[in-house]
């Protein structure tokens, strides 16, 4: 891993990349702040901020950086590069540089050469090394789903169909399983936070969503949103991703 630059403290840089204005990035959302509309259909399933999708990128990288932070990133058909940090989502778009990639959100830049990168604010500077790879999840891999999320000890996985307000949880490596319809009780799209309750008044739970980096606590593998459940009191917390194609 490359020696440090900069011997700021990694909350100096965070700050500075919260300075910059999150974007709604392209996907299957409304626009930044937007109230969503509603549908004709009732029964339909709600938008989702587009700051949990991959945006048609086929892989999520991590990245460990100096001073110590992770990052998230992936990057749809080079057109630009959606960053995860600890504190939200960024979409910057292609520079013009020498050599590498670059892109750039006002005055955040990421530039990588193969498994390096470098990312410069305002307030410090990130040298990175691309840690993991994760192939994004399809409809192929998850029919009918337009969000998944997991976590471990105990093992649980929620799934959020993609035409209808229904979730299907797998809670205690799989020896309970409900499927249970839910509303919406928040919807920021510009910070990429979504809270969802049970629609049942005999089987409670929530669901809480935020965009910004997130890795197994087991495996590693990254992932753009942090997610906690919680079902009879009982609370688990772990990793998701929207699923648009």
């Not at 500077?125 to 192929?140: D, G, I, K, N, V």
């Not at 089987?203 to 753009?224: K, N, W």
């Amino acid at each position: 891993m490359p020696s440090r630059v900069c011997p700021l403290p990694s909350r100096s840089l965070i700050l500075s990349l919260m300075g910059s204005s999150a974007l709604a990035l392209a996907g299957c959302a409304a626009g930044p702040g937007a109230t969503p509309t509603p549908r004709p259909d009732a029964e339909s399933a709600p938008l989702m901020p587009s700051t949990l999708f991959s945006g048609g990128a086929e892989a999520f990288t991590a990245w460990h950086c100096t001073p110590d932070q992770d990052l998230v990133t992936a990057a749809p058909d080079g057109e630009e590069l959606r960053l995860w940090s600890a504190h939200g989502a960024w979409r910057l778009a292609p520079a013009v540089v020498a050599s590498g990639a670059r892109y750039q959100q006002g005055e955040l830049s990421f530039w990588n050469k193969g498994d390096g990168a470098i990312v410069e604010s305002p307030r410090g500077r990130l040298e990175c090394q691309a840690h993991m790879r994760r192939r994004a999840l399809t409809r192929r891999d998850r029919p009918g789903v337009m969000f998944h999320a997991r976590g471990n000890e105990p093992g649980w996985m929620v799934s959020l169909a993609h035409d209808r307000p229904e979730a299907s949880l797998t809670l205690d490596y799989g020896e309970r399983q409900l499927t249970l319809p839910y509303r919406v009780t928040t919807l920021d799209n510009g910070a990429g936070r979504v809270i969802l309750a049970s629609g049942r008044a005999d089987t409670p739970f929530e669901l809480r969503v935020e965009a910004g980096a997130c890795f197994d606590d087991m495996s590693g593998e990254p992932f753009p949103a942090r997610v906690t459940l919680t079902v009879d009191g009982e609370q688990y917390r772990g990793c998701g991703q929207g699923i648009a194609l």
